[in-house]
Each structure stands twice: as C-alpha cells, then as structure tokens.
C-alpha cells in the first residue's frame, strides 16, 4: 500500500499523536488541509467523555460538519472492530441532540456541538460526513453497521433538511484516495457513451476534443456506479439536492419537467479521458473524468431510476489530453467561476517567488500550492496565510475561511506585502509554539486551576487567533524596544534550527502571554458580565486588552530581557 509507505514517513506526527496520528493524517488528505498540527488543535476531540467523537471539523467553506472515529491496529491480523462504526450513531445523537451541558461531556466536545448546532441553526451546513477511518481491509461486517447508522442519523438530522452520509475509509478506500492525489482520472473503467457524435474532432499538438450530445439516463448511471470518484479531476464534487440548494433543484426540476428543453437551458459538461476509441457507431471512452459539470451530473443522478431520462440530451465535450501541465490548465480553465481558482493566481503571484526564494535562501521548502499535497513542506503561502494576518492584529481576518482570505485581494495583500520570509518564518512559529502549549496542557495529568482555565479558552475556535494577535501586540515587552509586530523576525543565525526547535524556545513567551490574557478575559468577563465567546467577536476587546496586556507584562518584568529572547528574535530598525 502506497500511502502506508507515506503515513510511516511522517514520525514527528506518529510521536506526536499516537493511535491517532492515522487517522489525522488521512483526514488531512481527505479535507485537503496540509496543517495537521492546525487540523488537530482545532478538531481532536479524542479523549475522556468524548461521546465516540474522537474528531469534529465544521468546514463552513464546503458547508459540511465532518466527524470521525478512529481505530488503528498494530498488529496485521487485527480487524477494525464493526461496533466502531456503530459508535458514530452515538456520535451523532450527541452531536444533534445530546445536552450540550452535561457533567459527562468534556469541554472541546461541548465547545464543537454548540458551534455545529449554531452552523446547522444558521443554514450553514449542507451534509453531515460520518467517517469510521482504520488501517484494516473494508468489510461488510461494518458496512451494514454504517447502512443502518446512515438511515438513523439522516433522521436526527431531519429538522435541518441535510444529507447525511456514512463512509468507512479503509486500506481500500484510503490507498484511492491517495492515488488521486497524482492521477487526474480515478474512473479507469472502459465506459461505452449512449449517445451521438457532433461534428469532427478538433486536434492539436496538445490535445484532441470530441463533441456529443449524450442522454441524461447515462449521466444518472455514471454517477450512481461511481458517485463523487467521477469527479477527481474537479474542484468540486456534487454539492447535493436541497431547497437551499437551487441551482441543483432546478436542473432536476428541468429534467424531470421539461425533458426536451434541457439541451438548451444546461452548459453541458467536459469529460477528460485517456482514450476515445470508436468502432462504427459505437464510442468507448478509457477512462472517465468529469472537469466541468459535477452539478449537472450529480442533480440527474439524483432522479429516481423510475423516471425515465432517456429524453433528456445533454451537451457534452469530452477532451483527450497526454500533456500534464496542459491538463491542468484545462481544469482550471473549465472552473473559472470556482472561487477555489484564487489560489492559483496567488500561487503564481510574483510576490510568492520573492517569499519562496528567501525560504530557499534560508534552506526551506516553501510551498506555493494549496491543500494536502504541501503537507511535506515545512511551511507554504496557505500554512502561513492565516497566522501572519493574527500576529500582525487582522485577528477578524484570521478568523475567516482560507478560501475567502484569497479570495479577497485586500486580505491576501495584509497577510503578504512588504512581509519578508524571517518575519513570516516567526508568526508561523508563535503559531506552532500555541498549538503546543495546548497540547501540553491536555496531555497534562493533574492542572492547577489557571492552568485549567487557559485550557478552556481553547475551546473558542477564534482564541488561537486571538492569542496570536496579543503576542505580536506585546512582543515589544520580550525583546525591548518600541516597534509594529511587522518590524519583528527570526535572527538569521536563529533561523537554520528548524521550525519545532524555534517553536519550542518561543514557548516560554507563549506561556506568559497566555496566563496574561487569561487573567484579563477573566476579569473583563466578569466585570461587563458578558460570556468569554461574545467577548472574542468583538475587535475592540482586543484593542483593550493588548494595552492591558503591554502595561501588566512591563510591570511582571520590570524591564527584565532574557538573552534568549534577543539572540532570537530580531527587530528592523
């Protein structure tokens, strides 16, 4: 198995995270997210009275919640038990229904059930992913456990009219899901078309393009044999059937109502395949990738096979390609109104080439793509994008979607203009020393009662933002001086040790801050009797408590620099 050889590669993360360095590895292919230590602050719920919710994602940029439980055996004949994945229908009544107060809940579920509720509460949310991920072969023992927990849970959820879904990710499924990181077509199978050629192919160098007109029963058969796997080389699969989801309903209402004017009211879809063979009449494709079309395919799939599409014709190109860069410009191209597009022009900025070449300089590997496959670079334009706007004071900004940052030019320009790779290289790192001193604190037996407090303020998705904010705001206190968070970065003699060596000796200020703005959250809490969460949405609290925090540091170190700090951390005059 080609991902196993991968996932052993990894043994910082195996050290790390244990039994449960698996399953996060693989939730980081599957969400496409190469910051798994960020993936874990945020999301491993795993631990006493976790209610079988071993890990909670809300994902409000794909508009789904995703939960997991996890199993890893170490020996090989050892199966993945099936009552496992029953374990997900406790999960998810806890998550739907369970009292978000109950003495048996520990604080980070409780803090995700309540943030999922008001997702879910705020139409948010379009699907519920129910995952039971091990290192064990697929069996049908826990398939039906997984039919009838998807049957039982789409019913918890039916007050939010969502779909609910059930997968187990197996060696089988996991190894497919690896192999489609480098493969552009997943569906390798030999798929006959059912419908007519258009006109002559065009052929360049580069490529060759068939035009058909197909009928939409054989749409609804591709993706009811081969579901979301169709669409590998897609931004984007199938986002489903609601009310909320319009466009969607309305390609199914045409199907089902007004069959003959489909034709003319669709786009049409773009296949990419290996081959089209044809022999007489007859078409056969090698291979099957949906670029352009997920919603069309997917909205026809959904029909019940009951209702008879063979009346409805689709447009449809269908593109033979043997030129890999080109390929990927055809994709991109087919999805130019995917908002996930930004990243590519951001990949390609030449501000990312001065960013990179100074990484380099400094012996880094920078990366410049996006999601999982940067996961082995040590850092890269989004790992670093959401902590450089926290340590500089846009800790709203922080706080948004990676997809909207760049989405929004403004944004991408805050987090990197005029920001050199030292200084990047230090926000990243206060980045990396806060999800260590959280973990520390977790995996701590017995905490004192502070201790215990500035663990709950974890539970605040925005507090890991908001804490990094406060660090760049009174870092001056550390080092000496008066300077912007902007002016700070790492000593270039500093800089060779690696980012878990400069994390670890960052900690120490990371300790300091955090007991500060404990105390002062505490105290504005209680003084304006408003909830911590409420008081960390609102941006001028921050204002107030980054001048508390600059006048309490100077008085607890009266002036006090540790050579330490100073041989670290250096400041632009």
Same mark, same amino acid.
């Given at each position: 198995m080609h991902h196993l050889t991968e996932f052993n590669k990894h043994t910082a993360l195996i050290a790390k995270y244990g039994s449960n360095a698996y399953m996060l590895w693989v939730l980081g292919l599957y969400l496409d997210e190469p910051d798994l230590d960020a993936l874990a602050a945020r999301s491993l719920t795993d631990g006493g009275n976790d209610k079988c919710l071993d890990f909670i994602e809300v994902d409000k940029a794909g508009q789904k919640i995703v939960v997991a439980q996890g199993y890893f055996a170490d020996k090989i004949g050892d199966k993945a038990p099936a009552k496992k994945a029953s374990d997900l229908m406790i999960a998810a009544s806890w998550l739907a229904h369970g009292d978000k107060d109950a003495k048996t809940l520990n604080d980070r579920v409780r803090a995700r059930a309540v943030e999922c509720r008001a997702a879910l509460d705020a139409e948010e949310i379009e699907q519920v992913e129910l995952l039971y991920i091990h290192n064990r072969p697929e069996?049908?023992?826990?398939?039906?456990?997984?039919?009838?927990?998807?049957k039982a849970t789409s019913r918890l959820f039916g007050d939010y009219e969502i779909q609910v879904a059930c997968k187990e990710l197996g060696l089988r499924e996991i190894e497919a899901l690896y192999r489609e990181r480098s493969s552009q077509i997943l569906v390798m199978d030999a798929v006959k078309i059912d419908?007519?050629?258009?006109?002559?192919?065009i052929t360049t160098g580069d490529w060759d393009a068939h035009l058909y007109t197909v009928k939409g029963s054989w749409l609804r058969d591709l993706f009811k044999q081969h579901d979301d796997r169709l669409f590998s080389a897609n931004y984007r699969g199938f986002l489903g059937i609601s009310k909320r989801k319009k466009i969607n309903s309305a390609i199914k209402n045409t199907a089902e109502r007004q069959p003959s004017d489909f034709w003319v009211y669709n786009n049409g879809i773009?296949? $990419?395949? +290996?081959? %089209?063979?044809r022999d007489g009449r007859s078409t056969t494709l090698r291979g099957v990738s949906i670029i352009n079309g997920a919603q069309t395919t997917g909205s026809l799939g959904s029909i019940d096979s009951s209702i008879d599409l063979s009346k409805v014709s689709v447009m449809c @190109?269908? %593109?033979?390609?043997?030129?890999?860069?080109?390929?990927?410009?055809i994709v991109k191209y087919n999805n130019t109104q995917n908002k996930i597009?930004?990243? !590519?022009?951001y990949a390609n900025d030449e501000l990312q080439g001065v960013i990179r070449a100074q990484f380099v300089e400094m012996g880094y590997e920078y990366s410049m793509k996006r999601g999982f496959d940067s996961v082995d670079a040590a850092i890269g334009i989004e790992k670093a994008a959401q902590p450089v706007l926290a340590f500089n004071g846009y800790y709203l900004d922080a706080n948004r979607s990676k997809n909207s940052i760049f989405d929004r030019p403004e944004i991408y320009r805050r987090a990197f203009a005029d920001r050199p790779a030292r200084h990047i290289? $230090?926000?990243?790192?206060?980045?990396? +020393?806060? !999800?260590? %001193?959280?973990?520390? $604190?977790? !995996?701590?037996?017995?905490?004192?009662?502070?201790?215990?407090?500035?663990?709950?303020?974890?539970n605040y998705l925005s507090f890991r933002h908001f804490l990094l904010s406060c660090i760049g705001a009174c870092l001056q206190q550390f080092i000496g001086g008066n300077f912007a968070p902007a002016d700070a970065k790492v000593n270039s003699s500093a800089a060779a040790s690696g980012i878990d060596a400069i994390a670890?000796?960052?900690?120490?200020? *990371?300790?300091? %801050?955090?007991?500060?703005?404990?105390?002062?959250?505490? *105290?504005?809490?209680?003084? !304006?009797?408003?909830?911590?969460? @409420?008081? $960390?949405?609102?941006?001028a609290t921050l204002t107030e408590i980054r001048a508390e925090l600059n006048s309490y540091l100077e008085s607890v170190l009266d002036g006090q620099i540790e050579d330490g700090h100073k041989k670290l951390i250096y400041v632009e005059a």
């Open positions: 069996s049908l023992n826990t398939q039906e456990e997984l039919d009838t927990c998807g419908g007519r050629p258009m006109g002559n192919p773009t296949l $990419l395949t +290996s081959a %089209v063979i @190109r269908v %593109v033979v390609c043997k030129n890999p860069e080109k390929i990927e410009e597009t930004t990243w !590519d022009q290289l $230090l926000a990243y790192c206060f980045a990396r +020393s806060i !999800d260590e %001193v959280k973990r520390l $604190l977790e !995996d701590k037996g017995e905490r004192t009662e502070n201790e215990a407090k500035q663990l709950a303020l974890f670890g000796q960052l900690e120490k200020i *990371t300790r300091q %801050v955090l007991r500060a703005v404990s105390r002062s959250l505490e *105290t504005k809490s209680k003084a !304006d009797g408003v909830e911590v969460g @409420r008081l $960390l949405k609102n941006e």
